[in-house]
């Protein structure tokens, strides 16, 4: 009786912390994504949307890359005035991951918009500088990844203005 009072002690302490890691971690993410934001509202205007890359050991996008493929694009203006940035090297495997989303987002997603590409990036930073260029005539610029990933990024691209 006393051991089986001890387990379920054990399993309810274990059930408040992986609880509370499990809200600090939303809280986090949350933060992340409400910070290094611009003050226009995403409102007409050319946009840019940046996707960044995930390590992609495959010669197919990994689940992350393709996830944030299909992100980017629902965050494109529905206008001719949107472009879809897609960023990453071959940083685990033989082909860029900028590559790989590309093939993902046409011949799997059938997306016909404007694409650029950041084949070289190896990096957030590098990300960021390569992109630089490609997005500078945009008047909105939203980053597609995780929420401190792209936080981060943010950060960089005040960096670089």
């Not at 971690?25 to 050319?46: D, F, I, N, P, Y």
């Not at 946009?47 to 393709?66: C, E, M, P, W």
Request: contains cysteine.
């Amino acid at each position: 009786m006393r051991s089986r009072r001890m387990l379920f002690r054990l399993l309810r302490a274990g059930a408040v912390i992986y609880a509370a890691l499990a809200v600090w971690a939303e809280v986090a993410h949350w933060r992340s994504s409400k910070r290094m934001l611009g003050t226009k509202s995403g409102t007409g205007g050319s946009q840019a949307v940046v996707v960044l890359g995930f390590r992609n050991r495959r010669s197919t996008a990994n689940v992350i890359n393709r996830y944030r493929v299909r992100a980017g694009i629902r965050s494109l203006p529905r206008t001719e005035d949107g472009v879809l940035v897609l960023s990453g090297g071959s940083v685990a495997g033989d082909v860029a991951e900028a590559v790989l989303m590309e093939t993902y987002a046409r011949e799997v997603l059938g997306y016909t918009g404007r694409i650029l590409l950041d084949a070289d990036s190896h990096s957030t930073w590098q990300n960021i500088a390569n992109c630089v260029p490609l997005i500078e005539h945009a008047d909105t610029i939203k980053i597609v990844s995780n929420s401190p990933h792209a936080e981060v990024a943010r950060e960089y691209l005040w960096a670089h203005a």
